[in-house]
Nanobody
Framework: QVQLVESGGGLVQAGGSLRLSCAASGSLFRIMTMGWYRQAPGKQRELVAGISNAGNTNYVDSVKGRFTISRDNAKNTVYLQMNSLKPEDTAVYYC???????????WGKGTLVTVSS
């Protein structure tokens, strides 16, 4: 079973930056599509960014040009670099692992990002 552990959340002022990390256990990382989701209070969880096992990326429109997702298969880790943060980016950020044909295999417990104005 794959376990995901997020880190890197915290409190930052608007315009600042944070880098989230998600470390995965096991040997399946290199075949998994990884994603970062977020859920703000009172809102549904949304996909923020995803990266396929081939390195193809996608982003929700609201973060394009500000966030960058990347992965290091040697470290079983996916990253989310967040720049030019806005108060509306405040949310709990979750890491997700997905295998094509099998669906979601794991969720992390989340890390809180708070952006003050």
């Amino acid at each position: 079973q794959v376990q995901l552990v997020e880190s890197g959340g915290g409190l930052v002022q608007a315009g600042g930056s944070l880098r989230l990390s998600c470390a995965a256990s096991g040997s399946l990382f290199r075949i998994m599509t990884m994603g970062w989701y977020r859920q703000a209070p009172g809102k549904q969880r949304e996909l923020v960014a995803g990266i396929s096992n081939a390195g193809n990326t996608n982003y929700v429109d609201s973060v394009k040009g500000r966030f960058t997702i990347s992965r290091d298969n040697a470290k079983n880790t996916v990253y989310l670099q967040m720049n030019s943060l806005k108060p509306e980016d405040t949310a709990v950020y979750y890491c997700n692992a997905n295998i094509s044909g099998s669906g979601t295999v794991s969720w992390g417990k989340g890390t809180l990002v708070t952006v003050s104005s």
